[in-house]
Every structure is written in structure tokens, then in C-alpha cells.
């Protein structure tokens, strides 16, 4: 059965960092594409960023050039680093992973104060 379990969320101040991690088991996590959504309250879910089986990446307008999602296929795992924080960061963070049909994880709070 398929699992993915975030961790690396906390409360931390604007422009500090946070380095998210997503461990994946029960899917071929090599060939899945693999990402990151937030949602924060009262908002609907929104891609972050999303990085495919060949390591190419993309960001939502609003991270770029702040976060950077990477993968690690020998752990199965994938990190999103985020730099610069904002208050308007302040969401629950979901990994999602992709092949075939779509797998998600339970979600890790992210909470930037100003």
C-alpha cells in the first residue's frame, strides 16, 4: 500500500528557512513524478512545485526563484527547501506523487511568523 510521509514543518519567522521532507514507500518512486501542494485556511489547494522521474522541476509563480524541490531515488524521498519565508507561506504542505493515478500524503503544518 502506498505511503508518503512529510516532515520538516514548523513555525519559523519571515525570512527564515525550513527544508521539508517527503518519504515515499509502496510506489515505484523512481518512475514517479513527485510534488508539493499547500493549502492554507479557507483557500483552495495549490501546486507548489513538481518534479518529474527525469528531475525536471517547476514552480508556482509565487516560490520561484525561494524554493527548490529535489529528489533523492536512492531514499525514496523528496525535499523542498524554502528560503526567504513569508507569512503568506503559511499553509498546510501536502506531498503528492504521481503514476498512474495519484498518491498524497497526510500533510505537514507550515507556519511563517512575521
Known amino acids: 500500500q502506498a505511503q508518503l510521509v512529510e516532515s520538516g514543518g514548523g513555525l519559523v519567522q519571515a525570512g527564515g528557512s525550513l527544508r521539508l521532507s517527503c518519504e515515499a514507500s509502496g510506489i515505484i518512486f523512481r518512475f514517479s513524478t513527485m510534488g508539493w501542494y499547500r493549502q492554507a485556511p479557507g483557500k483552495q489547494r495549490d501546486l507548489v512545485a513538481v518534479i518529474t522521474s527525469c528531475s525536471s522541476t517547476n514552480y508556482a509563480g509565487s516560490v520561484k526563484g525561494r524554493f527548490t524541490i529535489s529528489r533523492d531515488n536512492a531514499k525514496n524521498t523528496v525535499y523542498l527547501q524554502m528560503n526567504s519565508l513569508k507569512p503568506e507561506d503559511t499553509a498546510v504542505y501536502s506531498c503528492?506523487?504521481?503514476?498512474?493515478?495519484?498518491?498524497w500524503g497526510q500533510g505537514t503544518q507550515v507556519t511563517v511568523s512575521s
Open positions: 503528492y506523487a504521481y503514476l498512474s493515478r495519484d498518491f
